[in-house]
């Protein structure tokens, strides 16, 4: 079953989006991370949590102005993007780990959304 990833969309320099990702009866996850990709770039992790202890990650780019959050109940996890900057212009996927990942490592995470376009114009 694939996450689902939704909430992108155009907004200006300094708005704000949130973005959540459902996990329809997906429930033994370790963790489950945020991740931005700029065509001809890397894929760059932007937050993860953990689904047991609430522990948060977040990059260096973003810590401060993104928060990640979880709703067991409704089993989705959110992305609260604030300060928005043209350069957080991405497609953003959220995917899942079944183990501890390194929540810098995409590779160390195994199941994945479709992704969600964010353009943040200047």
């Known amino acids: 079953v694939q996450l689902q990833a939704s909430g992108g969309g155009l907004v200006l320099a300094g708005g704000s989006l949130r973005l959540s990702c459902a996990l329809p009866?997906?429930?033994?996850?370790?963790?489950i991370g945020w991740f931005r990709q700029v065509p001809g770039k890397e894929r760059e992790a932007v937050a993860c949590?953990?689904?047991?202890?609430?522990?948060?990650y977040y990059s260096s780019a973003v810590k401060g102005r993104f928060t990640i959050s979880k709703d067991t109940g409704k089993n989705t996890v959110y992305l609260q993007m604030d300060s928005l900057k043209p350069e957080d212009t991405a497609v953003y996927y959220c995917?899942?780990?079944?183990?501890?990942?390194?929540?810098?490592?995409?590779?160390?995470?195994?199941?994945w959304g479709q992704g969600t376009l964010v353009t943040v114009s200047s």
């Open positions: 009866g997906i429930t033994l996850v370790d963790s």
């Open positions: 949590i953990s689904s047991k202890s609430g522990s948060t």
């Open positions: 995917a899942s780990a079944f183990y501890p990942p390194n929540p810098s490592n995409w590779a160390d995470f195994d199941n």
